[in-house]
């Protein structure tokens, strides 16, 4: 009997641990669907979404910029195909790394890449690391990229100046927008890497010519690298740029200049229109437009001819015998001379202590007004400045930008009785009457549509 007892008695106690381990499992499992359901349904979107751009990114597709013609249609900028590298920041585990990996292969400084993959930014688009790729740089990175995750190569357009140093004051140069920029309202739809106008034309048509950018959506691998394309937003091209400029007459103006430091103006007297407009020392854009080490840029802001300075628009210079135009009609309407008062021409004019000397040696005899202006006579405007007096003159100067005409000296600092040195800074510039660019109209490959300015 007693042992039968403790039979039933290790039985009853086997039934409790079964209950218990049947109360466990299915506690288990009720935990286990409980977060399968928390999974799936209340946070599936979320997870979705992760998993979504886990497969997927996002890549901007830069636009073509408009291009730039002469008067007579000759291409002046066009773009040219070319390989940029880029950087998926989302597919790489080691920055430090992958920037070793970029310099030794492609020569990069080390400093720039990392400036370029620290930069603010959304994490989610591709970082411009260089632009400009060689087929041989390109041929490197495909043939490495197993080693690079996250790093791609796309075939973009380039900046492109057929004629090298030709106009380049005119037309500038375009360049990466730089973090500065991007804070304006002006380049707030841009990002890193987007290429702007940064001087001349480039950069004063900027908005009309740079486009629209666009984008793509491709599936890439565990490393980051495409497979495929899914959806494609295509960019938008910039408008084309028609300027007044002669290119061939540009190119005889500057081949006059040759190694000269100066400028050369040419004007269309019917129309106003700047034909051309030549200045030197110069600059190749097709340089400029590429990335510059902090070395070389140096060099070039540095250098002593000032080749960035556009001498034609920016040089400050005494405007000479142009101005006797405005003294003889000041003479005039001040009944100080008339067409026939003549005076003797002996080469020079003392005023105080110091003889101003005539453009000739020896003076021009007799001279009247008429003469005196179709033979640039110093000494007779010398000699009738001071019967004038200052005030005149000035207020004729300044009429002859009156609206509805053209100005000859369209910005200069006119001297008058209440004149103060530190203000005078004379400057010899022929422009429209309306002081808006000279560079008068541009047309729309989008449309039939021309603006004047």
């Known amino acids: 009997m007693a042992t039968a007892g403790l039979h039933d008695s290790e039985l009853g106690e086997l039934q409790r641990r079964l209950i218990i381990l049947r109360v466990g499992l299915l506690l288990v499992v009720a935990l286990l669907g409980l977060q399968l359901w928390n999974l799936q349904i209340r946070e599936g979107p979320y997870y979705r979404d992760l998993s979504a751009n886990n497969r997927t990114r996002s890549v901007i597709m830069e636009p073509a910029r408009g291009l730039i013609y002469d008067r007579n249609g000759m291409l002046l900028a066009n773009n040219v195909p070319s390989f940029t590298l880029y950087v998926s920041l989302e597919d790489v585990k080691d920055r430090d790394r992958l920037i070793d990996q970029l310099s030794s292969l492609l020569g990069l400084d080390e400093a720039l890449v990392r400036k370029k993959l620290t930069a603010r930014g959304s994490k989610q688009l591709p970082r ?9 740089e390109a041929t490197l990175i495909e043939s490495h990229r197993l080693d690079l995750p996250g790093v791609m190569v796309q075939v973009e357009s380039q900046r492109n100046y057929p004629s090298g140093m030709t106009a380049s004051h005119i037309l500038g140069y375009v360049g990466e927008v730089s973090p500065e920029q991007l804070e304006k309202p002006e380049f707030a739809d841009l990002h890193q890497g987007s290429i702007v106008g940064q001087y001349g034309v480039e950069k004063f048509f900027d908005q009309l010519m740079r486009g629209q950018a666009g984008q793509k959506s491709i599936e890439v691998d565990a490393v980051g690298h495409e497979k495929r394309t899914v959806v494609v937003e295509q960019p938008h091209a910039g408008d084309n740029l028609y300027l007044t400029i002669d290119a061939r007459l540009q190119k005889v103006a500057e081949n006059l200049l040759g190694e ?8 269309d007297p019917r129309t106003g229109d700047v034909l051309a407009m030549a200045s030197r020392p110069g600059f190749d854009p097709n340089i400029l437009s590429r990335e510059l080490t902090p070395k070389q840029w140096a060099e070039i802001v540095q250098d002593e001819g000032r080749p960035l300075n556009n001498r034609a628009s920016q040089g400050q210079y005494p405007p000479g015998s142009v101005f006797k135009v405005m003294m003889a009609a000041a003479a005039l309407e001040t009944k100080t001379v008339t067409p026939s ?41 010398y000699h009738f400045a001071q019967r004038i007096g200052m005030d005149p003159i000035a207020a004729m100067a300044r009429r002859c930008s009156a609206p509805g005409g053209f100005v000859v000296v369209a910005a200069f600092a006119i001297v008058s009785v209440s004149w103060r040195p530190a203000a005078c800074c004379v400057r010899m510039i022929v422009v429209r009457s309306t002081s808006l660019p000279a560079f008068s109209s ?10 004047s300015w």
Do not use: M, P
């Open 442 to 451: 541009f047309g729309s490959t989008k449309s039939s549509s021309s603006f």
């Open 260 to 267: 000269e430091t100066g400028a050369i103006v040419a004007l």
């Open 341 to 381: 008062t003549s005076i003797f021409c002996n080469g020079g004019y003392q005023f105080g202590r110091r003889v101003y000397h005539d453009w000739k040696a020896g003076g021009h005899g007799s001279v009247d007004l008429r003469h005196a202006l179709v033979h640039s006579c110093d000494v007779y405007f």
């Open 128 to 136: 411009k690391v260089k632009d400009r790729l060689t087929l041989r």
